[in-house]
């Protein structure tokens, strides 16, 4: 059985699915701090504790007789990383180790870890590949960093199988119910101003790129989802040690996202120009070959198929949030 570390979060929810269409077993760990254990498939068994609690995690080991770790548990937000920052490294890192801890003591073999473009930090122009130098420009991409180093230096100690995945812009829904709740992210940003009725901010349209606003590499939830299983298939037959980037390979510009936001809304919205952000590198787009050669995986959804389902699932959570709560759900979302 596999135990599946923030799985009633955004992207988890997402992988527990893809897990059991693939006929894998799941248990979930979450704390709940932004899980919505509603939204995983009947039958899915939540154990609610944090992984900086290790013994509680080889409690849920040796329950369920787990064999291997999808450890995506974790705090994502950059803005909220460079205020505070020893809550992040306490929670990402820290939180790492205590997976670790538990997996050695009880001989769990294997684990595929949450990380993030943001490994990368300042990117020049072109494509990104694994190999690419590691610079990251926040606590956050310095956590993640981090964790892909200790999962390294344990696993060649006990001889663990292990991937990091390098996540680039993730969004979209697999199904009207998993939105992103959050609002971190550019496209729940959009929708948010949509809702508001105030134009979208646009940060920068002067850098060096066909339209002045930066490009990232846009990854439909559904296909990360699907390059987890596909990770944990192919540990089934040999023993992995690797760093994957898992995104289409392909760019698109913040101006490009807004007219794919005005098609999927319907809403003819302008956008507003503001200052660049500190930090913030024109282009960051993956190359994705490795794990396309290594393991047969690649992006099957475009631009258009993320910021629509996206769309249609921002609409249902807005309904649904205005149901329960009778306040504007625009307020609510992501707080
Ligand atoms: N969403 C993105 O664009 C993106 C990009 C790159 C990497 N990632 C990484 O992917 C992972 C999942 O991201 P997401 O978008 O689903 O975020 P999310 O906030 O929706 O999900 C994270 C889940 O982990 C749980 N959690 C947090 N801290 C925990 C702890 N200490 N113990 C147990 N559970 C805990 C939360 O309750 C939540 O359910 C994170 O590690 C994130 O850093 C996300």
């Known amino acids: 059985m596999l135990l599946v570390t923030g799985g009633a979060g955004y992207i988890g929810t997402h992988v527990v699915r893809a897990l059991i269409s693939g006929g894998r077993d799941v248990v ?43 450890h995506l548990a974790g705090r994502k937000a950059v803005d909220e990383s460079i205020t505070r920052p020893s809550y992040y490294y306490r929670q990402n890192v820290h939180g790492m180790q205590s997976v670790l801890a538990a997996m050695v003591r009880l001989q769990v073999r294997r684990i ?27 606590p956050y991409g310095r956590s993640k960093l981090m964790c892909e180093w200790l999962l390294r230096d344990i696993a060649a100690a006990e001889g663990l199988s292990w991937s990091a995945l390098r996540y680039f812009n993730v969004a979209g829904a697999g199904d009207k119910e998993l939105a992103d709740r959050g609002v971190h992210n ?38 990360l989802a699907d390059a987890h299983a596909t990770v944990v298939d192919t540990m089934d037959t040999a023993p992995m040690a690797a760093v994957f980037n898992v995104g289409c390979g392909s760019g698109a510009s913040v101006l490009d996202v807004m007219r794919a936001a005005r098609r999927a809304s319907g ?63 625009a307020l609510a979302v992501g707080a």
């Open 28 to 70: 979930v760990v979450d704390d709940l701090s932004a899980g919505h254990p509603e939204l995983l498939p009947a039958g899915v068994p939540v154990e609610v504790g944090s992984v900086l609690d290790t013994d509680f995690l080889m409690d849920v080991i040796d329950m369920y007789d787990i064999d291997g770790v999808v």
């Open 112 to 138: 595929v870890f949450s990380s993030s473009a943001a490994v990368y930090g300042a990117v020049s122009a072109g494509t990104v590949t694994e190999d690419a130098p590691t610079l990251p420009q926040s």
């Open 186 to 223: 550019l496209v729940p940003r959009v929708f948010q101003a949509i809702d508001r009725g105030e134009p979208p901010s646009v940060f920068g349209d002067t850098y060096d790129t066909p339209d002045g606003t930066c490009i990232r590499d846009y990854i439909h939830v559904t296909d």
């Open 267 to 329: 809403v003819p919205f302008d956008w507003r120009i503001e200052d660049p952000r500190p930090g913030d590198p024109a282009s960051v787009v993956a190359d994705a070959d490795r794990i396309r050669t290594e393991l047969g995986w690649h992006a099957r959804h475009d631009l258009d198929d993320i910021v629509g389902s996206a769309w249609e699932a921002w609409s249902v959570s807005r309904a649904t949030m205005k149901t329960a709560s009778g306040q504007d759900a």
